[in-house]
C-alpha cells in the first residue's frame, strides 16, 4: 500500500488553522467530509469515535507527529487526510511536544487488514526524520503531494 492510495489529495491541509487537539481533528474530518468520503451528517458519530480511541492512548506518538483514527462501517477503504500547523497543536503527546503534522485516518472497521496495512504505511513514513521534517515545512498542498510522491516511489524522472 502506498500514501497516495490512503491520502485524499483535496483533503491535504498545510496551513492548520486549530491548535487544539479535538477542533484540529473535527478541521481534518471536515476535509473528507468536503471531499465526499464520509457524509455531514456522520460527523459527531466520526469524532466520538476518534475520541474514544484518544482516551485510550494518545495518537500523539512524538516527534511531532500524531495519527488519529476511528474504525467504521462508514468507508469501505483506508482514507487520510494531511494537516500541518506552523504553530503547533497540543496533543498530548508521548514526548509531551506539539504536533505539527496530523494524519486522521478513517479505516473500514470490516477490514481489519486494510486498517493495519494502511497504518503500516502511514507510520514508516513517519519514522523517518526527513520525511517528518519536509512535512513539517510543506507551505502547500503542491509540496505534501511531491513528498508523497516521492516517498512512494512514484516521481516521475526529470532527467
Same mark, same amino acid.
Given at each position: ?25 473535527? &478541521? ?25 480511541? &484518544? ?23 483506508p482514507h487520510a487526510a494531511? /494537516? ?7 496533543f498530548n503527546s508521548l ?17 481489519? &487488514? ?9 507510520? /514508516? ?24 510522491? &516521492?516517498?512512494? /516511489? ?6
Amino acid at each position: 500500500m502506498k500514501l497516495r492510495d490512503i491520502v485524499v489529495s483535496n483533503a491535504i491541509l498545510p496551513s492548520l488553522v486549530n491548535t487544539k487537539r479535538d477542533l484540529a481533528i473535527g &478541521e481534518l474530518l471536515d476535509a473528507l467530509i468536503a471531499c465526499g468520503v464520509v457524509s455531514a451528517d456522520s460527523r459527531a458519530t466520526l469524532l466520538k469515535e476518534t475520541f474514544a480511541r &484518544e482516551r485510550k492512548g494518545s495518537t500523539g506518538f512524538g516527534h511531532g507527529v500524531a495519527v488519529p483514527h476511528a474504525k467504521t462501517t462508514l468507508v469501505s477503504k483506508p482514507h487520510a487526510a494531511i /494537516g500541518v500547523s506552523a504553530s503547533g497543536v497540543d496533543f498530548n503527546s508521548l514526548d509531551r511536544q506539539p504536533v505539527y503534522a496530523i494524519v486522521f485516518m478513517l479505516s473500514p472497521l470490516t477490514d481489519p &487488514e486494510s486498517h493495519l496495512n494502511a497504518m503500516e504505511t502511514v507510520f /514508516g513514513a513517519l519514522s523517518q526524520e526527513v520525511f517528518r521534517r519536509f512535512l513539517r515545512q510543506a507551505r502547500n498542498v503542491d509540496d505534501v503531494t511531491l513528498l508523497l510522491d &516521492e516517498t512512494d /516511489g512514484t516521481t516521475p524522472s526529470t532527467s
